[in-house]
């Protein structure tokens, strides 16, 4: 997204609130499409010789840094200034979306296949209904059919789990992650945030790189530390989640909170995973195992269900 002139973020949704989806979302929604189906198999490469609580800080706040940059030099320093509340609504979605989100995900990778955490992840939408309905909301039958099928096929996700294949910490891991990325999610479009998305998004991620690094020092990754031990893949790969996973993918997610429905939003969550277990299998040479076929097609209909129920209303 970088220097490039966004839509305004009213506007965009004023579009979509008549049912005329604009290019930009369009642009968007493709960036969080692709891009963030490939971060898992960035996220795999980096954590086999880098920690993860400690490079997900680095991450994340290399990007927040740059993107506030960008915003100064863009927009001028003045777009970087936001109210006590807006700040405090800032740090709050990230610390749940970065170091909740994205963190939980980082440590589950370290002994999960990354495509078996990205079908995982899918279940975001499935929460965000549980969410709604809880604040009083009455989601249609079709969409709580929806969320029951996609429940049973979570319970075929975490079956290596439970049978050893993988471990059971780093599956309830990246559940725990969807819910608190769904929480987050939820909560971006509740809260009074900075008004442009942008500065928004840089502190968002400055907020939970923070947090990943005060939690990775908490669990001793400094300990031993080698950098010259990191390979190159991993410094490669933790170079392209910075750019891509972080500037272009996490921005254009938190523009899209702002600027489209988020039933339109969350189709991403059942696109990711199909990306990211191509690549997965492709490039990692990881295996394709009924719990993951099945389990995974189970849930990636469920949210296919949910989403098109939800954006027909």
């Excluded at 995982?120 to 029951?148: F, K, N, Q, Y």
């Excluded at 996609?150 to 819910?179: Q, Y």
Aim: charged letters at 10%; a positive charge; aromatic letters at 8%.
């Amino acid at each position: 997204m970088g220097t490039s002139t966004p839509v305004d973020g009213k506007t965009a949704a004023a579009a979509t609130a008549r049912g005329k989806t604009s290019g930009a979302v369009w642009i968007a929604l493709t960036l969080v499409y692709v891009v963030w189906g490939s971060t898992y198999l960035g996220i795999r490469i980096v954590v086999e010789t880098m920690p993860p609580f400690l490079s997900a800080g680095a991450r994340f706040i290399t990007a927040g840094l740059l993107l506030a940059g960008a915003v100064a030099w863009r927009y001028g320093p003045g777009a970087l200034k936001v109210t006590r509340a807006q700040l405090g609504s800032a740090v709050l979605v990230g610390l749940l979306l970065v170091l909740g989100g994205n963190g939980l995900v980082v440590l589950a990778e370290t002994s999960v296949p990354s495509g078996l955490a990205a079908l995982l992840i899918a279940a975001v939408p499935m929460w965000l209904v549980v969410l709604r309905a809880s604040t009083g909301d009455r989601p249609p039958l079709r969409t709580l059919g929806g969320v029951l099928v996609g429940l049973a096929g979570l319970a075929v996700l975490t079956s290596p789990g439970l049978s050893g294949t993988v471990r059971l910490s780093g599956v309830l891991l990246v559940l725990v992650a969807s819910v608190l990325w769904s929480l987050g999610s939820f909560s971006a479009s509740k809260l009074t945030l900075p008004e442009n998305p942008f500065t928004g998004s840089a502190y968002q991620m400055l907020a939970g790189g923070v947090g990943g690094v005060v939690v990775g020092l908490a669990r001793g990754e400094q300990r031993g530390l080698d950098p010259a031990a990191f390979s190159t893949a991993s410094w490669l790969g933790l170079g392209y989640l910075v750019l891509f996973g972080s500037l272009v993918g996490f921005t254009s997610y938190v523009w899209l909170l702002r600027a489209a429905p988020l039933s339109l939003v969350a189709t991403y969550a059942y696109v990711n995973p199909v990306v990211a277990v191509a690549l997965g299998a492709l490039i990692l040479g990881e295996a394709l195992t009924w719990p993951i076929v099945v389990g995974g097609a189970i849930v990636v209909a469920a949210v296919g269900v949910i989403v098109s129920t939800e954006r027909t209303k």
